[in-house]
């Protein structure tokens, strides 16, 4: 190994600070990953877009508090894996295919809950089979509108 890579085994916690370089795909995880945790994610580097946005106010929805500091910054007050919270509305993921995929995985999850998500015109057209196909097959129930969102 190189003095700028480091091998981490499994571990049932984690604690200190990883740095990676921030863009879109990683902030949606990011602000994903901390609604799941328990406690406080700080999140700098945020890739701020309508997209994230989206992240951002789909946990929001979900019950989890998400304090923006600047630009770049949040802190995001995590529930736990099964702490979502089921809303009184449908979630809307906006044109972010990464949060419609995602976010489906994550709240199957939530036992005993029901959860809606829509989009915009375009993500709304999109097929969705590549996400309800698998979560069905590990026994989800999804409904489409003829594979497409809302789901």
Do not use: W
């Not at 085994?9 to 328990?38: E, F, M, Y």
């Not at 099964?82 to 419609?100: F, S, V």
């Amino acid at each position: 190994m190189t003095a700028e890579s480091a091998l981490v085994a499994p571990v049932p916690r984690l604690v200190g600070h990883l740095a990676v370089p921030g863009d879109k795909s990683i902030s949606h995880r990011a602000v994903l990953l901390g609604a799941l945790c328990d406690g406080e994610t700080r999140i700098t580097g945020f890739g701020r877009s309508a997209d994230t946005e989206a992240t951002i106010g789909a946990v929001r929805a979900l019950g989890i508090e998400v304090y923006e500091h600047g630009h770049e910054t949040l802190r995001v007050f995590g529930k736990g894996l099964h702490g979502l919270a089921q809303p009184g509305a449908a979630i809307d993921c906006g044109n972010a295919g990464t949060l419609a995929r995602l976010i489906a995985g994550i709240l199957v999850g939530q036992e005993g809950k029901q959860f809606e998500l829509v989009g915009d015109a375009s993500l709304s057209a999109r097929p969705m089979g590549r996400i309800t196909t698998p979560l069905a097959q590990m026994g989800a129930v999804c409904e489409t509108d003829d594979g497409r969102l809302p789901l």
